[in-house]
């Protein structure tokens, strides 16, 4: 009987004058010793002698798909556009309560109210502008009305169009309300010009009419209320 036994599933020879297992020469090549995995971008593992492992490491892949959830969660920070660059003069108004109580505190200071849809072009136009002369006007108070959440206080001050811009003032309550786009901001400047001067108040507040106090409530459908001027 030979005394040696060939071992082909695994590739090794073995002898009756040797105790150790020894790799045939056919796969001489196929084992490498351990090595140390760098951690880098992209790099893959590959044995020193030509074979056996690959393909491990981090791809671009993985890369692309990181800095693209950190870009979207960047862009979801961002304010809307009627929430950038707004003065400390400039309030956001939720409700009629809100309105009529920030009318009541204003006192003597000149109200200017803007009612605006954030699906509005003109308002968006617009909003730059109102909020340097709202920053050149520390004096004023800027009331913003969004159309979509105040529906029904709108339409009891008889609000259809948008931009739309109302102006209070103590004991003489609304002076005057009109609507105006960017082109026509010259308006607001007039207003602000003739209503923005020294007075003694000679009685309490006249208020807004009949405004009635009632819950705002989140409307979706901007077709059925104001119109975009």
Same mark, same amino acid.
């Given at each position: 009987?030979?005394?040696?036994v060939?071992?082909?599933?695994?590739g090794f020879?073995?002898?009756t004058?040797?105790s150790?297992?020894?790799p045939s020469?056919?796969?001489?090549?196929?084992?490498?010793?351990?090595?140390?995995?760098?951690?880098r971008?992209?790099?893959?593992?590959?044995? $020193?002698?030509? *074979?056996?492992?690959?393909?491990?490491?981090?791809?671009?892949?993985?890369q692309? !798909? +990181?800095? /693209? #959830?950190?870009?979207?969660?960047?862009e979801?920070?961002q304010?809307k556009?009627?929430e950038?660059?707004?003065?400390?003069?400039?309030?956001d108004?939720?409700?009629?309560?809100?309105?009529l109580?920030?009318l $009541?505190?204003? *006192?003597?200071?000149?109200?200017?109210?803007?009612?605006y849809?954030?699906?509005? !072009? +003109?308002c /968006? #136009?617009?909003?730059?502008?109102l909020?340097?002369?709202?920053?050149?006007h520390?004096?004023?108070?800027?009331l913003?009305?969004?159309?979509?959440?105040?529906?029904?206080?709108?339409?009891?001050l008889?609000?259809?169009?948008?931009?739309?811009f109302?102006f209070?003032?103590?004991?003489?309550?609304?002076?005057e309300?009109?609507?105006?786009?960017?082109?026509?901001f010259?308006?607001?400047?007039d207003?602000i010009?003739?209503?923005?001067?020294?007075?003694?108040?000679?009685?309490?507040?006249?208020g807004?009419g009949?405004l009635?106090?009632?819950?705002?409530?989140?409307?979706?459908?901007?077709?059925?209320g104001?119109t975009?001027?």
């Amino acid at each position: 009987m030979a005394d040696v036994v060939r071992l082909s599933s695994l590739g090794f020879s073995s002898s009756t004058s040797s105790s150790a297992l020894t790799p045939s020469s056919s796969r001489q090549h196929a084992l490498c010793p351990p090595q140390k995995l760098h951690r880098r971008s992209g790099f893959s593992a590959n044995c $020193s002698h030509g *074979g056996g492992v690959a393909g491990l490491g981090f791809g671009p892949r993985k890369q692309f !798909a +990181s800095l /693209k #959830a950190h870009a979207t969660v960047t862009e979801t920070d961002q304010p809307k556009w009627w929430e950038r660059n707004a003065a400390p003069n400039m309030v956001d108004i939720h409700s009629t309560q809100e309105f009529l109580s920030a009318l $009541s505190q204003a *006192g003597e200071r000149l109200v200017i109210v803007e009612f605006y849809g954030t699906w509005c !072009a +003109s308002c /968006k #136009a617009l909003f730059p502008k109102l909020c340097r002369t709202a920053q050149e006007h520390p004096e004023i108070l800027f009331l913003k009305v969004n159309f979509d959440e105040n529906k029904p206080m709108c339409k009891n001050l008889n609000v259809k169009v948008l931009p739309y811009f109302h102006f209070y003032r103590g004991a003489d309550g609304q002076l005057e309300s009109f609507s105006c786009s960017l082109v026509k901001f010259q308006k607001i400047k007039d207003a602000i010009q003739m209503h923005n001067t020294e007075r003694c108040s000679i009685g309490p507040p006249k208020g807004v009419g009949d405004l009635i106090l009632e819950p705002a409530s989140p409307w979706k459908d901007k077709s059925a209320g104001a119109t975009s001027a």
